[in-house]
């Protein structure tokens, strides 16, 4: 397991904004989470606005001068929003493309006509984990939901058997893959290589899913016995379209920035001559930036001309793309403020310096924080965002590969036992017809599984890689 050596950063560290101790830092750190989780949990403030504030008691119990603390959380919050916006923005109107077209209808559509008995579950997070690449997870939640009443209803399926596989699919894309927020801003956080990050949580990701999908769903459908609500259902976009866009291209649309992502990480490894013509060629196109924007330029021709979208429709839907993801921009960016902060007062080197006196695993410390914040803010960007900027420091003297699992180890840990306070608790309880107990007993065990097994196989290929 990596660990870190303070007297080797100690000279590249840079000077804190205040000369506080390790005990006056604590203190700071527990009085700005606290009191972003009394004003998220209690008061029912917004996200951004409550990290803003917390960030800016912890400045003051930590002794830094105001300005100081300001310019710091407005510094990072101009490099969050200028590293990962831009990917969330070209993301969101990927998703939104593929949902208006009925792309994602279609994908559905094909991949279920070929399911059918014992293969259902799995065709459900096969289905849930494509369309989870470029979708956030409350989109896809409610892109997938219909299709999961649906089956259960038509085809006399147990409404956990077809919802936990679909809902595992959804969640471990959200957590552990880019282009999701929560990942981005982790890698922007600890200076991670993408692509490495990408195909690493491609390869936790699959066993995670299994275990957490298919086989748990057996379990949960044991404990939670119910009924499909009828009254959910809600209509399906693609039956308002004449046409849709064709299973094959809109497959290609939806995997094309992954392809290219890791095509460059790839390149990177074979080749690694940053002045080799063809390396730079693949650093170009498969930049995070280009990559999506590419995929978005495809899918003009590939989802929207099918389905029958002339230009004057291009514009509008963009814009209905953009307009919901204003909060997670927002809130995505306090964090990256919040995060510079805890680096500029020192807090960072104190978790460096702490992790050497106790002997704890970068991995397995990235993850315990994760896993607290989530327990008490109930967001996994949020537990995400803060993790990183208390851990960033811990990847200063990592290889590539570590530094990669230490972003996944804190994703994994951001989906720790969604509850009461979490927003995706009660959009499941709600769609399923579910009681808070039957809600714990099948989505909040799930998301356990999910943070479990997937922060033990970072740990397991800490080992061997």
């Known amino acids: 397991m990596t660990r870190l050596s303070v007297e080797m950063l100690a000279a590249d560290a840079p000077e804190p904004i205040t000369s506080a101790g390790h005990a006056q830092l604590g203190i700071a750190v527990l009085a700005g989470i606290a009191v972003i989780v009394v004003l998220i949990t209690q008061f029912k403030l917004h996200a951004f606005l409550s990290l803003t504030l917390g960030t800016l008691v912890l400045g003051a119990v930590a002794g830094a001068p105001l300005d100081k603390a300001i310019l710091s959380f407005t510094t990072g919050l101009g490099s969050t929003v200028a590293g990962v916006g831009v990917l969330i923005a070209l993301g969101a109107i990927l998703g939104k493309m593929l949902a208006d077209s009925g792309g994602a209808d279609q994908i559905v ?106 086989l748990f769903s057996k379990v949960a459908a044991r404990w939670v016995d119910v009924p499909v609500p009828d009254r959910m259902v809600p209509q399906r976009v693609s039956e308002e379209l004449e046409n849709r866009p064709a299973f094959g291209p809109t497959l290609a649309t939806i995997l094309l920035p992954v392809v290219l992502m890791l ?155 969604s509850h009461v306070n979490d927003a995706g608790f009660w959009l499941v309880k709600e769609y399923f017809g579910l009681t808070v107990g039957q809600t714990i007993k099948s989505w909040s065990i799930m998301e356990t599984i999910i943070s479990v097994v997937a922060g033990g196989l970072v740990l397991l290929l800490s080992l061997v890689i």
């Open 109 to 214: 559509d094909t991949i279920l006509a070929k399911a059918g008995g014992r293969s259902m579950p799995w065709a459900m997070v096969l289905i849930a984990s494509v369309i989870g690449l470029p979708l956030f997870f409350e989109v896809g939640v409610v892109l997938l939901i219909p299709v999961v009443l649906m089956v259960a209803k038509r085809g006399n399926y147990s409404l956990m058997r077809i919802g936990i596989p679909a809902l595992a699919g959804l969640s471990v894309m959200h957590g552990l893959v880019p282009p999701h927020p929560g990942p981005l801003v982790a890698i922007d956080a600890v200076k991670a290589n993408l692509g490495v990050t990408l195909a690493l949580g491609v390869l936790i990701a699959i066993p995670t899913v299994i275990v957490a999908g298919p």
């Open 263 to 417: 095509s460059k990480a790839l390149v990177d490894i074979v080749i690694d001559d940053p002045d080799n013509t063809v390396q730079r060629v693949f650093d170009v196109v498969g930049s995070p930036l280009i990559a999506l924007l590419a995929s978005v330029l495809v899918g003009i021709f590939t989802l929207l001309r099918p389905a029958g979208f002339g230009r004057d429709r291009l514009t509008p839907l963009v814009e209905k793309g953009l307009a919901p993801i204003a909060g997670i921009l927002l809130i995505v960016g306090a964090g990256g403020g919040f995060k510079q902060t805890l680096i500029d007062s020192g807090v960072g080197q104190m978790v460096l310096e702490i992790s050497e006196d106790w002997s704890i695993p970068a991995l397995l410390l990235a993850w315990l924080i994760a896993v607290a914040i989530r327990l008490a803010t109930g967001s996994a960007t949020v537990a995400t965002v803060s993790a990183a900027g208390l851990v960033a420091p811990l990847a200063a003297d990592m290889s590539t590969t570590h530094t990669a699992l230490l972003v996944l180890a804190i994703g994994s840990g951001s989906l720790f036992f």
